[in-house]
């Protein structure tokens, strides 16, 4: 039996293993595809800051290796964001096999509809939150200083941008997990929203730049994305009792 159990062990890491490794070459199948597009990359991902300054001012690298190296990690990022569907779909395969039929219908769709509010929050930044943004900095600029940003902290800035509004559009799928798993209800939820509000406002000061254009618009987004949870998850699918049975077995 106990052999029996470690076979079973060694069976579930190999495959473990197994996953990893394709989720990670198909990171690198992508980033070496990308890489000969890199500096036409980073140009687009300037694009927003590069419109709005001033037509003296361009971007510098302040360090040797940037002009090289910061170029190389937006690809890394990019191919790491893009292979997103291939490390899920390991994911899934991986851990399927163990739910049980009730949390397999609703682990897949929560699965592709966190990707897709995900790249959808990476979009909503780069062409609504950051055109706002740089639009407000370049110009608070004070009088006879010239704004020339560099390019590796314009990459860090922008990439921690991008994963703050990526994770903050989750927020409708967290919401209907706290409620399918039987840790709230749609009523206690709507009664904290008052507090929700306020925490939005809160996850908007901390995750984005000292200024309240990025905050308001990473907060809003939450809130209206939390309401959006509440409504969707009139529409789960309820356990049966004989999941509950299946569950307790």
């Known amino acids: 039996?106990?052999?029996?159990?470690?076979?079973?062990?060694?069976?579930?890491?190999?495959?473990?293993?197994?996953?990893?490794?394709?989720?990670?070459?198909?990171?690198?199948?992508?980033?070496?595809?990308?890489?000969p597009f890199s500096n036409d990359l980073y140009h687009f991902l300037a694009e927003p800051l590069l419109r709005h300054l001033p037509?003296?001012?361009?971007?510098?690298?302040?360090?040797?290796a940037s002009p090289f190296l910061t170029p190389f990690k937006l690809t890394l990022s990019t191919a790491i964001m893009l292979a997103v569907p291939v490390l899920l779909f390991q994911l899934w395969g991986f851990v399927a096999p163990g739910l049980y039929d009730n949390e397999r219908k609703i682990v897949f769709p929560l699965l592709f509809a966190s990707t897709a509010l995900f790249f959808l929050g990476i979009?909503?930044?780069?062409?609504?939150?950051?055109?706002?943004?740089?639009?407000?900095?370049?110009?608070?600029?004070?009088?006879?200083?010239?704004?020339?940003?560099?390019?590796?902290?314009?990459?860090?800035?922008?990439?921690?941008?991008?994963?703050?509004?990526?994770?903050?559009?989750?927020?409708?799928?967290?919401?209907l997990l706290l409620i399918w798993s039987g840790v709230s209800t749609v009523e206690s939820l709507g009664e904290k929203r008052p507090y929700i509000i306020v925490g939005a406002f809160v996850i908007g000061m901390l995750l984005t730049p000292p200024d309240i254009i990025s905050q308001t618009l990473l907060a809003l987004p939450v809130w209206l994305l939390f309401e959006l949870g509440l409504v969707c998850s009139r529409w789960l699918p309820k356990k049966t009792q004989?999941?509950?049975?299946?569950?307790?077995?």
């Open 1 to 35: 039996m106990e052999k029996d159990s470690q076979e079973q062990l060694v069976s579930h890491l190999v495959e473990l293993r197994d996953r990893l490794l394709r989720g990670i070459l198909a990171v690198l199948v992508i980033a070496v595809i990308l890489l």
């Open 55 to 64: 037509e003296s001012s361009t971007m510098i690298a302040t360090e040797v």
């Open 123 to 175: 979009v909503f930044a780069y062409y609504v939150v950051f055109p706002l943004v740089f639009g407000f900095l370049t110009q608070a600029a004070p009088e006879g200083v010239a704004v020339m940003t560099d390019i590796s902290s314009y990459l860090d800035f922008v990439l921690k941008l991008f994963f703050a509004f990526g994770f903050a559009f989750e927020v409708p799928i967290a919401t």
């Open 242 to 249: 004989h999941d509950k049975d299946e569950e307790k077995a």
